[in-house]
């Protein structure tokens, strides 16, 4: 019990402290100060309580579960190995993501792996109470324009972030947690309105591509998820009248949340800046060299080049990130050990998993989420450890 509450106690840390909470402290992602300041405190409650969850007591793995252990540990050891080729390459500042964003990420996940069955739902279920929990938060700071917690970018129009780093990691996390929360040993009608709140949350955020993969996330439960119990033909049916329900509903709470003022960055075009931005960063390879390109540059000189030619702020691109700060041999390795730790991760989980996965890294994609120290991933590998077993709830999502 006392692992398990030290557990939760250090998801919370990490999930919730953002970097600028941290900044107030540290210069975590400042310039300045030494390395140690550029890693999350949580991270250092996550390492340290990584052996004591190994050693304090026995624990038992069986069936898929020994697969997934073994992946975890060779996505560490191999993720490990590419902080040391940024420092010899003189990137070592660089190196803080893979730590803080990868590393504890798949220390949060080999610990949920020593865990049994009811205490892994349990920590997935706090990791989902605090997601709708922002969600509430973040709605309401829609509503009020005053925000919880710290923020210090400055932005055209007010986004709430709830308990995230950011408004479009509110949104991402929102549409990935719908997901799960369907698989949450919670009555039905929790369920239901976990979903409505995450999914309010979602359009709360501004996060525009996350709100429209959070709308075919949920017509894809209803559509592509087992409900037990019933013969194809009826499960067929009860699906096209809930899914006529959930239409109508949907476009009543869209009519609602453009009242309510929670849909004004939808009033113009998709098309706008924020979307061109994304596109023009990728004209960032004009502007370095083929050498840049296969061996990787400095991050510094990176966005230096991006705000003098490309006039932006940001970089809110992670396959450019990856590419030009690794070199696009060590980035498809890299792109290939993200996708094949998360497949194996999904190994005979219930359909709703992989749907609230493919969700989060399609939003993730559209920013910088898989590229900047955040707490992302390891929200996800919880949920994954926590849902993504054969267990009866593989078609409760129904």
């Not at 700071?141 to 710290?150: C, Q």
């Not at 998709?270 to 596109?279: C, I, T």
């Not at 989060?360 to 929200?379: F, G, M, Q, R, W």
Request: hydrophobic fraction near 60%; glycine fraction near 8%.
């Amino acid at each position: 019990m006392l692992l398990f509450l030290a557990v939760a106690f250090t998801f919370l840390i990490r999930f919730n402290i953002s970097p600028q909470i941290m900044n107030r402290i540290v210069n975590y992602t400042d310039d300045g100060g030494s390395f140690i300041e550029k890693l999350h405190v949580g991270t250092y409650a996550m390492f340290l309580l990584l052996p004591l969850a190994f050693f304090a007591r026995p624990f038992t793995l069986r069936g898929e579960e020994i697969g997934k252990f073994r992946v975890l540990l060779r996505f560490s050891i191999l993720m490990a190995a590419l902080v040391p080729y940024l420092f010899l390459t003189g990137r070592a500042g660089s190196s803080g993501f893979i730590i803080d964003t990868y590393l504890v990420a798949s220390a949060a996940g080999l610990i949920m792996l020593t865990f049994d069955d009811s205490a892994r739902h349990a920590l997935g279920d706090i990791v989902l109470g605090m997601l709708i929990l922002s969600a509430v938060i973040g709605i309401m700071e829609a509503l009020t324009h005053i925000r919880v917690l710290p923020y210090d970018l400055n932005e055209l129009q007010f986004r709430p972030i709830g308990l995230a780093n950011h408004p479009l990691a509110l949104g991402s996390l929102c549409a990935t947690a719908i997901g799960f929360v369907v698989l949450a040993r919670w009555p039905v009608w929790m369920r239901l309105l976990a979903v409505f709140i995450l999914f309010v949350g979602c359009a709360a955020s501004g996060a525009r591509f996350a709100l429209l993969l959070g709308g075919v996330e949920v017509m894809a439960l209803v559509l592509f998820t087992r409900w037990q119990g019933l013969t194809l033909r009826r499960a067929f049916k009860a699906k096209l009248v809930v899914f006529i329900i959930t239409v109508v509903l949907a476009a009543a709470l869209i009519t609602a949340m453009y009242a309510g003022g929670l849909l004004n960055r939808f009033g113009g075009s998709l098309f706008d800046e924020n979307f061109m931005a994304r596109v023009t960063i990728y004209r960032v390879f004009d502007y370095v060299s083929w050498g840049d390109i296969m061996f990787g540059i400095n991050v510094k000189e990176l966005l230096e080049i991006v705000n003098q030619k490309l006039h932006l702020p940001y970089i809110e691109s992670a396959p450019v990130v990856i590419t030009l700060l690794f070199g696009l041999p060590i980035a498809l390795f890299f792109a290939w050990l993200l996708v094949w730790m998360l497949f194996r991760m999904l190994r005979g989980a219930p359909g709703a998993v992989w749907i609230g996965t493919i969700t989060y890294v399609l939003t993730a994609l559209s920013n910088n989420a898989l590229s900047s120290k955040n707490p992302e991933i390891a929200i996800l590998l919880v949920l994954l450890a926590a849902y993504g077993g054969r267990t009866r709830l593989q078609s409760d999502a129904a």
